[in-house]
């Protein structure tokens, strides 16, 4: 299948990632969100990193007025009928999901992919609704978009063949590298990830080592380019902490148990980088 045109609803953080990268691509963009005001603020955000991109010399101007010529916005799902594939990538909330899923499938061509950038929500799940499950798949892109080479690529049970290959082939035309991942929760590397940053957590908590010394342990022995705490802060305490208590309910594993330290941290609003302070304090 030979994708063209994308179509990406939400305009936020991802949305406005997913639309910049493909359109840098060269791909037609058509993105959606619930108001004038929202999808300006996806716009600017597009703008400001194709700038700082030319500005790093990792891209000349021509490509920057290509790109931003290839975005088109609107808050009217009609306009998802030219798209061969529609990437949803609105507020995390189930019910959301469920209903913008229904508008997209309504819009959409029958024979458009539709995908997902959902962290945590059940691709098998989400898929059931819609009339023709085997075309829709979870793309799972990484934050900031532009700069992560990573999409996890996610098959519900209902998931074909023909639609995982066209989003790997589509993933690569973006100039990103994708893995192929069975749907469970947190897929791979949330699996991964967010459980070790809890038990960062559990380390600073039974006093082992300071916080400082806890990332700079993990930095300079385990080659990571950020320490788990620093990391903590920058993803949002609250995020880290929804998703453990995902795990827990999902695999009824005590295993993933929040440490009561990043709990206790979330409840006092302490967040990390978008609240001033978590871990760190970045008010000083
Ligand atoms: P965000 O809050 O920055 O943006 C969400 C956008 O969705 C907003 O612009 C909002 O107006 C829009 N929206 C809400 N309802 C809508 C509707 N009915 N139709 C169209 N648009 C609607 O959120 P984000 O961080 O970009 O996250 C988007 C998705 O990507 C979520 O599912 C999130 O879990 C996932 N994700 C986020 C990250 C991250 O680091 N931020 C990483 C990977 C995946």
């Known amino acids: 299948m030979n994708i063209e045109t994308i179509g990406v609803v939400g305009a936020g953080t991802m949305g406005s990632g997913i639309a910049q990268a493909a359109a840098v691509a060269g791909l037609d963009v058509v993105m959606i969100d619930v108001s004038e005001a929202a999808l300006g603020k996806g716009s600017a955000a597009v703008r400001a990193s194709l700038a700082r991109l030319v500005s790093n010399g990792k891209l000349d101007a021509a490509a920057q007025d290509a790109a931003l010529g290839r975005i088109a ?21 189930v019910e959301l999901k469920g209903r ?6 309504a819009a959409a061509r029958t024979d458009a992919i539709i995908a997902t950038n959902t962290s945590s929500i059940s691709i098998t799940a989400l898929a059931a609704p819609l009339a023709d499950p085997s075309r829709f798949v979870g793309m799972h892109f990484f934050n900031p978009v532009p700069m992560m080479p990573l999409v996890e690529i996610i098959r519900g049970l209902q998931t074909s063949d023909r639609t995982a290959a066209a989003v790997r082939t589509l993933t690569e035309r973006i100039d990103k590298s994708p893995i192929g991942v069975r749907n469970s929760p947190g897929f791979v590397v949330n699996r ?3 459980p070790m940053i809890n038990e960062a957590f559990f380390v600073l908590h039974e006093g082992v080592a300071s916080a400082a ?3 700079e342990g993990m930095k300079l022995g385990a080659n990571h380019p950020i320490g788990p705490l620093a990391l903590a802060d920058l993803i949002g305490l609250d995020v880290c902490l929804s998703v453990m208590d995902v ?3 999902d695999f009824g594993d005590p295993k993933y ?3 009561s330290l990043l709990r206790e941290l979330v409840a006092a609003g302490r967040l990390g980088r978008k609240s001033g302070r978590g871990v760190y304090d970045y008010t000083v």
């Open 73 to 93: 916005t609107s808050t009217d799902y009609a306009r998802l009928a030219s798209a061969d594939i529609v990437i949803e990538a609105a507020t995390e909330n």
């Open 100 to 105: 913008i899923l229904g508008q997209i499938e």
């Open 192 to 194: 991964i990830l967010v």
């Open 213 to 215: 010394e806890i990332d």
């Open 247 to 249: 795990f827990v309910k």
């Open 257 to 259: 148990r929040a440490c």
